[in-house]
């Protein structure tokens, strides 16, 4: 099965994140295929290296970012919401003047279509959100 | 064509488990996640909203929310993720009702 | 269109303005429609707030996007399915929404009404009979 | 010791409105704010629970949603930034029902 | 104490682990118990579901903060609401919630219950009664 | 009257920064002292200068910067919740190890106790969240 799943919320404020994450593990450990995660709404904030939880807290955004380099997961960040939310990468600080980028490592930020492709090319769409 | 339902909000503070429950049609599952997983206790109210309906219920999320499963509605089906990503190949289609 | 048309249902079921997920569920409405899938939307819960009409947001600084629902149809958008009992519930009526509209090719271009008002039992059916649903 | 109670969420989505309104005192004042306004609509069924409740609303979020004042509840006061400032002066404290 | 001393509340009003405002919230109620104020907190609607007892989030990969709840009483935070009708509404007992104690100083350390089961109006009562209410 | 505001969600996903700023620039208007403001929760992502809205939106961010300091008003970004969101100033940034900042002008980052001291000095307390 190929699935893409949506993450809509950002870490730590909402579990949909924690869910999305634990629902990936355990469909690539059934064997399955993970086409894409594309992170869309708060969920972009998902996508940010400048987190630093409580020792004794998971890290969101190191988890996302181990998974995809283990399993090579395309893990995409909506670049109209990582605008309005301050998510930038090299590329999106150059053309939008940024002084600093903060995407953490696995993600790449791209177009919309990317999550209509998701839905086109996997056997299943699951978004995890509020 | 079977679709999953999942419900990951409290019944008792917003109305996507009613909403749910009141679509679904035979064949299709219910799956309460998150804090949608209240819903699955028998005690409470909104318990009887679950008639007729296909239910499984996430067991990490019972547990992290100190419900055993004596306290479930009879019926209801508790699964770990690895039954959450079952339920997404048995049904054609997922809605999630955010 | 190629082997991979899929029946598209974009879910709408949030009011808009309080949150952004009205707004950004339009924007993937419009980016999928450049996809060539076969394409629906649905209006269920505080989903129908936002298709009411006369929408004014000068008062609280945010871009009024209700006018973007009219251009649907020039996007071949045309099955868009309310819900009955959400209306009701909130005390609306269809003369409540904009008037939503396509221009069908095949006769001669002529106006159609792109709203399906439906109940529950009805959207249920036509949920059933998709592909895959896109919620926000 | 008067009390203001923000309500930000529609009543159809959420159960706000129904323990704001349940738990008002008299003399308190209710201020309808956001998706809060929904529950203003007279037409409405969530309407009913504004009953013996001082109620305000604010305009601009009535305008941004379409709402117009003729279908308000009866003696449902329309207010503006500077009205609900002056709530939060005349009221001795704010509870926001989040 | 000074003459600052008011009355704050800490409305909880939110279940645990499915958003963070439970565990937020806790922590503000920690801080600010140092702060020599007049301290209640209460727990009402879905916030009742913060003290049920036997929680294990093993599985989630969360913190358990619910151990938590039982050391306010040596925070000094002692006045505990919890509403009846939102804990009989979600079948419910005090027996499903952690029984919360303090030590009375004033009684050679007289161990004392900290919840107070009380109905809507009584709480509309005690809330009316407050100097600031803190909501999450 | 002297206030102190609480904002408990981020810039965009929910109308509730809006709304308090909207409400901070009437009381302002009327004569009243702002104390304090205090972001919490996901409130912290209000102060990222990172963000890039759509030309015809509102730059949230921007126009808090604006406000503080126009009115000199002391916004305080909580230290443990801006840590789980990954909002950084050069201070965060050396101890935590980080290579970036991503704070926007205007804002500061401090403890929970800026908070209850706000509601001890001042006579209003007006929460705005989800």
Known sequence: ?130 | ?98 | MAEETKKFMYINRKAPYGTIYAWEALEVVLIGAAFEQDVSVTFMDDGVYQLVKGQDTSGIGMKNFSPTYAALGDFEITKIYVEKESLEERGLTLDDLQHLVWEDEDEDWAEKDSIRLVNRAELGDVLADQDVLFNF
Chains 1, 6 share one sequence.
């Open chain 1, 1 to 130: 099965m190929k699935l893409t799943i949506q993450v809509n919320e950002g870490p730590y404020q909402h579990q949909s994140a924690d869910s999305a994450y634990f629902f990936a593990k355990a469909a690539l450990e059934k064997g399955h295929e993970i086409y894409r995660i594309f992170f869309y709404h708060d969920g972009v904030n998902n996508g940010t290296r400048l987190t630093t939880p409580p020792q004794d807290d998971r890290n969101v955004v190191a988890r996302w970012s181990e998974l995809a380099q283990e399993h090579d997961i395309d893990m995409v960040l909506c670049v109209a919401a990582a605008q309005r939310r301050g998510i930038v990468d090299d590329g999106e600080a150059e053309r939008n003047g940024k002084d600093a980028t903060n995407m953490a490592p696995g993600f790449r930020i791209s177009g919309l279509g990317q999550l209509i492709e998701g839905g086109v090319q996997s056997d299943r769409l699951v978004v995890f959100g509020d």
């Open chain 2, 1 to 98: 064509m079977s679709m999953l339902h999942l419900v990951n909000k409290s019944p008792y503070e917003n109305g996507n488990l009613n909403t749910a429950s009141s679509i679904m049609k035979s064949g299709d599952v219910l799956l309460l996640i998150e804090d949608g997983v209240y819903g699955a206790v028998k005690s409470g109210k909104a318990s009887a909203m679950l008639e007729g309906c296909a239910v499984s219920v996430m067991g990490p999320d019972l547990a992290a929310r100190g419900i055993t499963e004596d306290k479930l509605a009879d019926g209801v089906n508790v699964v770990d993720y690895a039954g959450f990503v079952e339920l997404v190949e048995k049904n054609d289609k997922v809605q999630s009702w955010l």
